[in-house]
């Protein structure tokens, strides 16, 4: 069944860019994106996929949810002690991001800034398993709340489109809050389409 569903994906994108411009609205937009995301406590980068889904709440603002999932990015850890390096360890280290919140479009040409503030959850895990889709899904399925750590993100962008298609970039600051708040640069850039 997910198979299927990622195999359709192409053919509805195909046939909603057929769709006239005249037929396109804003009153949803479904997206997916490519993620950036620096980790400031282990100045680590990661990099992941993602998917965004906004309803039209009054006439410049959407609500949105979306999710990413960052590939892991391995790095190494030691432990010295008075200078004898006692344990050298590959970390596995993986992030799940969950947010919701309002966008203000500031504008309303084919190509406009806009602002966001969202709140939601960050999941960091360690996971040896190769990055595949089932890894993805399974790591949504066995979240607990006592694994998940608030966040809240300010961040801003532009966007354009040509009739139901477009592209957009976000930026912001994903601070996540675990014994104080920590300040993450996020980069998101995809398409979308529009409804």
Same mark, same amino acid.
Request: hydrophobic share 40%.
């Given at each position: ?81 008075? !200078? ?11 992030? =799940?991001?969950?947010? *919701? /919140? @309002? ?68 930026? !912001? ?11 993450? =640069?996020?980069?998101? *850039? /995809? @398409?979308?389409?529009?409804?």
């Amino acid at each position: 069944m997910k198979r299927g569903l990622l195999l359709l994906l192409p053919c509805i994108l195909c046939i909603v860019s057929l769709v006239p411009a005249s037929f396109a609205q804003d009153h949803v937009q479904a997206g997916v994106y490519a993620d950036y995301f620096h980790l400031s406590q282990t100045k680590t980068n990661f990099a992941g996929v993602g998917a965004r889904f906004g309803f039209q709440a009054y006439k410049s603002v959407m609500l949105e949810a979306e999710m990413s999932y960052d590939f892991n990015q391995v790095f190494t850890e030691s432990f010295s002690s008075g !200078g004898t390096i006692v344990a050298v360890q590959r970390t596995n280290t993986r992030v =799940l991001h969950g947010l *919701f /919140g @309002p966008k203000v479009e500031l504008g309303h040409q084919s190509f406009h800034p806009f602002l966001t503030v969202k709140g939601g959850f960050n999941h960091f895990f360690l996971d040896n398993r190769p990055a595949t889709v089932g890894t993805a899904i399974s790591s949504i399925e066995s979240l607990r709340s006592n694994d998940l750590t608030g966040v809240l993100y300010p961040g801003g962008g532009l966007e354009g489109h040509v009739g139901p298609v477009g592209l957009r970039l976000d930026v !912001g600051d994903e601070i996540y809050f675990a014994s104080g708040a920590h300040h993450n =640069l996020r980069v998101a *850039f /995809g @398409p979308y389409i529009r409804f």
